[in-house]
């Protein structure tokens, strides 16, 4: 059985963060865009965890964990507004939602 | 007083009196409005049981009355007056010219003259219009004392009597005028007066079916007229009498001129003009019909004036005729057939009325076969005896009609005789002078016709004995007549009131009937040798057709044997007819039915009239009218409508033509300019979507770009 190395992680990283920015780009629901999101940020958080835990120093995991606390709130106001729009728009997708547009 | 100035005053008085009618007549005899929707009862509306109808006369009727009447006995006062000073002039010829109603008006005539075309509001007296208007006015006013009592129960009393006297003002201004204009005027005036009145009652639709047709009839005849004037004015330059007639006989037209056919076509054209008024063939269909106007009516217009209009404007045109022995030719033989055709209808008909309306086409025919063989005067003479006992047998049959309460079936009649005496005895008489008994008018005038048609230059033995047989035709249905209305036994419908009429129809009655005793004696046969007086209608009128004077005075050696023999022979037939007549209605009245069911084809002939109007009906109603009808219909489908069409398709098609080029290229220009702008702007619309996710996408695009210039360097 192989150990599972560095390299692994930043493999599994690697595709969390891609998916993520497919699901950015094309996703039109603003929901699924703010999970994208989440996707990218957790893809982020492995990777500082792995060097964290192949240069054993303990910084990376106590960054990972800000990086948690950041999302969390990330995703508290981003829900927040959302409610707020959709109340006034009655939708949740991106490309309805043009009132700066001309 | 100068009666002959003041001439203008005799068709001024019936006018003023249509006048007075049409202006104030509702006043003087207002009418329910409701009785006019009453109409369908009222098949001759005198019946005295149809009480329903009546409503109470108006107290100022007897105002009409007075007025109508009265109108046209000044009429008839002042033209005694003007006649009898007409009378006292060296020169019997007076002529008054009111004055001008179509001034001047150069034009060049047939033959490149330059003529001056005139005509006037002018009146000629002369002895042949002297003698018309005393008819007119004389008889009329005898016809308007009449319809005061015939018509007394009428709707529309006043309406009724300004007609009649609008139509003896249209018939004075006919017999009076100057020229052919006026006289035209006249004309078309009493064809209206005419329409009207047979038209009188006009909830009826056969009424008013037969004004129109008798309209329309008159109508075709008044073509050949208006042709005939026209041609005279370009051939003569003038229409009025004086100068036409001293203009023909002064010689410049001859047998041998250039101007020999076109006199005979203008002759034939004013005769065929005169055969619609006076109802001679082909054109006599309308006068039968007219008979559904009220039994005065038809006395006055439609037997004793009107209808010899035609005789009086050939009568009138003597100077033409003469110079035209083939019109001439043509007048008599249209006549002599119209007389003989007329009569062998009048033996079947069984409507008292329709009887007299054949009688009345037959005795015109007479007149016209007069005129044909150049004896004017005769023509004018059976005018004027025929006026008498015809207006006479009319109005006796308005008698019975009204003493039998509106039936004019023959055959519903008999056995009048005692009811009705004076009808009877009146009538009688009038059946006896149209039958050509001796001494009454009838024979006087006809029997001078048939010694013209025999003797005269124009006339043949064939005229002759077709004027024989129709005068023994005559005597048959008019005795015919009188046995199946007054003798054998009653077959009036029972319930039915009959009585006398009352005086104002009896006593125009009785003074009929003496005219028509007397009136003959003015114009005794030369051969009884009696004094001037006695046949002072030829000498009065002489100066009216002095060049036919002359050309009667050459009709060789008088064979005064002949003259008696065929005189005997039209007395015979008289008396034959009217013998057989008595027999068969009377004391054999089976016969007559034996002979019918033996000829039945030749009965349907007769009592169809020889299907003249079936004919009529095919050849012009239905050949003419709606073939006509037919084909200007596919010429509007065709050619208007095809134009029509033709030039919608064009516009349609040029119309296609403009939206291609308009779509295609114009709008394609358009459009491939815009298209060609928004190809060229489309790669720097896709930098400013207003998208996040693709401006998020550009920069993933330029981070990567970023790291593949880092890595590949």
Redesign the interface.
Request: aromatic share 0%.
């Given at each position: 059985m192989h150990p599972v190395t560095t390299i692994h992680y930043l493999v599994l990283s690697a595709a969390l963060l891609l998916i993520g920015?497919v699901g950015?780009?094309?996703r039109?629901n603003i929901v699924v865009?703010l999970m994208s999101i989440e996707l990218i940020l957790n893809a982020v958080n492995i990777n500082l965890v792995a060097f964290s835990h192949a240069l054993n120093n303990i910084n990376g995991q106590v960054f990972a964990v800000f990086v948690i606390t950041d999302a969390v709130a990330e995703a508290a106001v981003g829900l927040g507004i959302l409610i707020a729009l959709f109340r006034n728009k009655e939708t949740v997708r991106?490309?309805e939602i043009?009132l700066?547009?001309w | 007083m100068n009666f002959l100035d003041q001439i203008w005053l005799i068709p001024l008085f019936p006018l003023f009196g249509a006048a007075l009618m049409f202006l104030f007549g509702k006043k003087l005899d207002p009418q329910p409005a409701s009785d006019v929707a009453l109409a369908p009862g009222l098949a001759e509306p005198h019946g005295h049981g149809a009480g329903a109808h009546h409503h109470p006369a108006s107290p100022l009727k007897w105002l009409i009355d007075v007025i109508c009447p009265g109108m046209v006995l000044l009429s008839f006062l002042f033209s005694v007056g003007a006649v009898w000073q007409l009378r006292q002039l060296p020169v019997r010829i007076h002529q008054v010219i009111q004055f001008t109603w179509i001034a001047g008006m150069p034009f060049h005539m047939a033959n490149g003259h330059l003529a001056t075309f005139q005509a006037d509001w002018g009146f000629l007296l002369d002895p042949l219009s002297s003698v018309m208007i005393l008819v007119v006015t004389g008889i009329g006013f005898l016809i308007h004392v009449y319809s005061t009592g015939y018509m007394a129960h009428d709707n529309g009393y006043y309406r009724f009597f300004g007609y009649l006297n609008l139509f003896v003002f249209f018939m004075l201004m006919l017999v009076l005028a100057n020229n052919y204009m006026l006289l035209f005027v006249g004309w078309e005036g009493v064809g209206l007066c005419s329409y009207l009145l047979i038209g009188f009652y006009f909830h009826k639709k056969s009424a008013g079916d037969a004004g129109k047709k008798a309209f329309i009839v008159n109508r075709v005849g008044d073509a050949g007229f208006i042709l005939g004037m026209l041609l005279m004015m370009s051939v003569l330059g003038t229409v009025r009498f004086i100068d036409v007639k001293s203009i023909l006989s002064s010689g410049q037209f001859h047998a041998e001129t250039a101007g020999f056919g076109v006199l005979s076509a203008m002759a034939v054209l004013l005769f065929f003009g005169a055969t619609g008024k006076s109802a001679q063939v082909p054109l006599y269909i309308w006068l039968p019909d007219a008979m559904e106007g009220p039994t005065p009516v038809s006395a006055l217009i439609h037997a004793a004036t009107m209808v010899t209009a035609g005789v009086y404007m050939v009568a009138r045109s003597a100077a033409l005729f003469q110079l035209t022995p083939s019109a001439s030719t043509v007048v008599a033989v249209v006549g002599a057939f119209t007389a003989i055709l007329a009569a062998t209808i009048a033996l079947v008909q069984n409507d008292i009325k329709r009887v007299l309306a054949y009688s009345t086409v037959s005795q015109l025919g007479y007149m016209f076969l007069a005129l044909g063989v150049g004896a004017y005067w005769v023509a004018i003479f059976h005018l004027f005896t025929h006026a008498f006992f015809k207006a006479l047998l009319f109005l006796g049959s308005g008698s019975v009609i009204h003493a039998v309460g509106g039936e004019q079936d023959m055959r519903k009649m008999g056995g009048l005789k005692d009811k009705i005496p004076i009808t009877h005895w009146t009538m009688f008489i009038g059946s006896v002078a149209i039958a050509g008994i001796p001494g009454l008018a009838g024979f006087f005038s006809k029997d001078e016709i048939l010694w013209q048609a025999y003797s005269s230059p124009g006339g043949s033995k064939m005229l002759w004995f077709v004027g024989l047989a129709t005068a023994g035709l005559t005597a048959f249905y008019m005795w015919r007549l009188m046995n199946l209305t007054f003798y054998g036994k009653s077959r009036v419908a029972a319930g039915t009131h009959v009585h006398e009429s009352p005086a104002s129809m009896t006593v125009p009655l009785i003074l009929l009937a003496a005219g028509s005793v007397l009136a003959g004696w003015l114009g005794t046969p030369k051969l009884w040798g009696l004094t001037w007086r006695f046949h002072a209608f030829e000498t009065w009128l002489a100066p009216s057709f002095r060049a036919a004077a002359t050309e009667a005075a050459k009709e060789g050696p008088h064979d005064a044997s002949l003259e008696w023999v065929l005189m005997g022979l039209s007395v015979a037939i008289a008396i034959i007819g009217i013998t057989i007549a008595r027999y068969f209605y009377h004391h054999k009245p089976e016969i007559p039915d034996s002979i019918e069911k033996a000829v039945k084809p030749l009965h349907a002939l007769l009592y169809n009239k020889w299907y003249v109007d079936e004919i009529y009906d095919f050849l012009f109603v239905n050949g003419l009218c709606k073939g006509g009808g037919l084909a200007l219909g596919a010429f509007d489908r065709n050619v208007v409508d095809g134009g029509v069409n033709g030039a919608g398709w064009l516009t349609r098609f040029s119309s296609k033509v403009s939206i291609w080029w308009d779509t295609w290229i114009v709008d394609g220009t358009v459009r491939f300019t815009a298209f060609f702008v928004k190809l060229l702007s489309y790669p720097a619309c896709l930098l400013q979507t207003g998208r996040v996710q693709s401006y998020a996408f550009f920069v993933v695009l330029g981070v990567l770009a970023a790291f593949g210039y880092y890595i590949a360097r």
């Open positions: 920015t950015v780009l094309t039109r865009v991106a490309d043009d700066l547009k | -």
